[in-house]
């Protein structure tokens, strides 16, 4: 699929950005065009890959001029720009906005007008049932996204759904690991907390296997497992820290949930089980386009619905054994 091709990454600099031009690079693309606003973090991409297919380029998501010059001949987008610290998005919403859904709503246009072949959205658990802006603002870049497979027949628009990765810009994992080298403690929110969590390498295989595979108007949710975040801590403080190191309770942040969710109630109503790997939400707006999907799913593809009413972090959680083979996959311990 891309090998000879032309990848376009929004938000390409940080940490998923690092992974998946790491695993494009071996399927023998003919460029790979990182986006971002990260100066920085692309010097560093420089230092570190040193490979002159990749093509650096200042831009944000907000400049549509920008972004439609630089998706000329681009045959795929993977599309992973957006502000997605949770107070951040709290205390600056208009920012959140102009980013998540105006950059989104860009993405799209662009992407038509240069009859980019697909887009490949990554968005998050926090997009399902929201209760923080951050959430709200994926939700509606997840509706443009499928939205948007009516408004071109050449171009297809997919949306993967995951949620936490061990190891990524900003995640809970190095946050903890520092905060017990640094003060000998670890903080949590509240203990009964529970979370997805998936190595960066491993979502990234998922990442492909949906931009792969798409038909075009799904949103492939990753089937991750989940963990209770205070076993998280207790095997890193195992790793890490000593008879000393405490876990302190700090009380539950703003637009923070107890259980995440992967797919609601709603939603399963219209979920097939795309593999061991996948579930699959086909679109609920009526179309001829759309309306299709369904039709493959069941009678071309021989999909089953899901049998679950809704898929949270609190139904399939996973011990500490399980816990620490993640860990040490990642290399994290």
């Known amino acids: 699929m891309f090998e000879n091709k032309r990848v376009f990454i ?13 695993q494009l690079l071996e399927k023998n693309p003919k460029e790979i065009i990182i986006y971002s606003r990260g100066e920085l973090a692309q010097v560093n991409m420089q230092r570190k890959f040193r490979n002159d297919k990749i093509k650096y380029v200042i831009g944000d998501v907000r400049d549509y001029e920008t972004l439609k010059r630089n998706l000329k001949d681009v045959d795929y987008v993977f599309h992973l720009a957006a502000l ?27 992407a038509i ?7 490949i959205d990554v968005s998050t ?23 948007a497979n009516l408004l071109s027949e050449e171009t297809q628009f997919v949306c993967v759904r995951g949620g936490n990765v061990l190891g990524s810009n900003g995640s809970v994992l190095p946050f903890f690991i520092n905060q017990i080298k640094e003060f000998n403690e670890i903080t949590i929110t509240d203990k009964t907390m529970t979370r997805y969590f998936l190595t960066l390498s491993e979502a990234i295989k998922l990442l492909f ?15 991750m497992p989940s963990f209770y975040i205070t076993d998280l801590a207790e095997v890193l403080i195992e790793r890490y820290g000593n008879s000393e190191t405490t876990i302190r309770e700090v009380g539950i942040r703003e637009g923070e949930k107890i259980d995440e969710m992967l797919v609601t109630h709603d939603e399963a109503k219209t979920t097939y089980v795309y593999n061991n790997e ?5 679109p609920t707006i009526k179309s001829e386009t759309l309306d ?16 679950f009413d809704s898929f ?12 620490k083979e993640l860990l040490q996959k990642g290399k994290f311990i």
Do not use: R
């Open 10 to 22: 929004s938000g390409g600099s940080g940490s998923w950005g690092n992974e998946l031009t790491t």
């Open 84 to 110: 997605k610290h949770v107070p951040v998005c709290e205390y600056q919403p208009q920012e959140a906005i102009k980013t998540n859904i105006d950059g989104t709503s860009n993405l799209i246009n662009a």
């Open 113 to 119: 007008e240069n009859g980019v072949k697909k887009v």
């Open 125 to 147: 658990d926090k997009a399902c049932s929201p209760i923080n802006l951050y959430g709200m603002t994926k939700a509606v870049g997840e509706k443009l996204i499928i939205q």
């Open 209 to 223: 296997k949906a931009s792969e595979e798409g038909v075009g108007g799904e949103i492939f949710v990753m089937n």
């Open 278 to 282: 996948y579930f699959s939400i086909l």
């Open 292 to 307: 299709s999907l369904k039709k493959i799913y069941e009678e071309y593809m021989k999909k089953e619905k899901v049998t």
């Open 312 to 323: 949270t972090s609190a139904d399939n959680i996973k011990d500490k054994v399980y816990l």
